[in-house]
């Protein structure tokens, strides 16, 4: 069964330094989202990304953030200069259709910012 | 309640017996879609239910949604210990300004006793 992937597994970096997630949706699907869940909260929507634009973004989704679809398979989520509250599991998800459908989660890249 | 809540928080049962979580919303929703988290892990797609169905089963999984109510019942039923994770319901709300980010709840942790 085709699942979102999402690299690396576990990142860990300078407070400061800049960091890019890595993430390959199932390849029919046209809807990519990234989400947070810093330890012991709430999954968080941030970003979500459709005809290679930014279709919506939450208020924790500032200037500090940007999303690319560099080619036909990747989705990725750049960090400019992190923070140490940015320390959180991310995760991608695609739909095919949207709205109207279910949104398949990767397994996360846990960001640790030192 | 919050957008998405679930209730127990934390719910502790014997291997083979049933158990049911509960999630409360606010706003009108578009679909209403439960997911699994192994500790530290990823979010596993169980069931989307739609805003027009009251029921749905998928093998041992039971879902209901009562729109009137504004809640779902998410009910697992033989349980074993692999069941073992937390869940969280993600609602999609109606309104065409909220996009399709799916709004999370606060879980409920399973335990399922051998």
């Known amino acids: 069964e085709p699942e979102v992937t999402q690299t690396p597994s576990h990142q860990v970096t300078q407070m400061g330094q800049e960091v890019i997630l890595r993430c390959v949706p199932i390849s029919n699907h046209l809807y990519f989202y990234w989400y947070r869940q810093i330890l012991g909260q709430k999954v968080e929507f941030l970003v979500s990304?459709?005809?290679?634009?930014?279709?919506?973004k939450s208020e924790i989704f500032d200037d500090q953030f940007s999303v690319e679809r560099p080619d036909g398979s990747n989705f990725t989520l750049k960090i400019r200069s992190t923070k140490l509250e940015d320390s959180a599991m991310y995760f991608c998800?695609?739909?095919?259709?949207?709205?109207?459908?279910?949104?398949?989660f990767g397994p996360g890249t846990r960001l640790t910012v030192l | 309640s919050q957008q998405g809540e679930e209730d127990p928080q934390a719910l502790s049962i014997q291997e083979g017996e049933n158990a049911t979580m509960n999630c409360s919303y606010k706003?009108?929703?578009?679909?209403l879609q439960w997911y699994r988290q192994n500790s530290g892990r990823g979010l596993v797609h169980l069931i989307l239910?739609?805003?027009?169905?009251r029921e749905k089963h998928s093998g041992r999984l039971r879902v209901t949604l009562d729109t009137s109510k504004k809640s779902s019942s998410l009910l697992i039923t033989a349980s074993r210990a692999a069941d073992t994770a937390s869940y969280f319901c993600a609602t999609d709300a109606l309104k065409k300004s909220s996009g399709d980010k799916l709004t999370f709840g606060t879980g409920t942790r399973l335990a399922v006793r051998p």
């Open positions: 998800a695609s739909s095919h259709r949207g709205k109207i459908d279910t949104q398949y």
């Open positions: 990304f459709y005809n290679n634009e930014i279709s919506e």
């Open positions: 706003t009108s929703i578009n679909n």
């Open positions: 239910i739609r805003s027009n169905e």
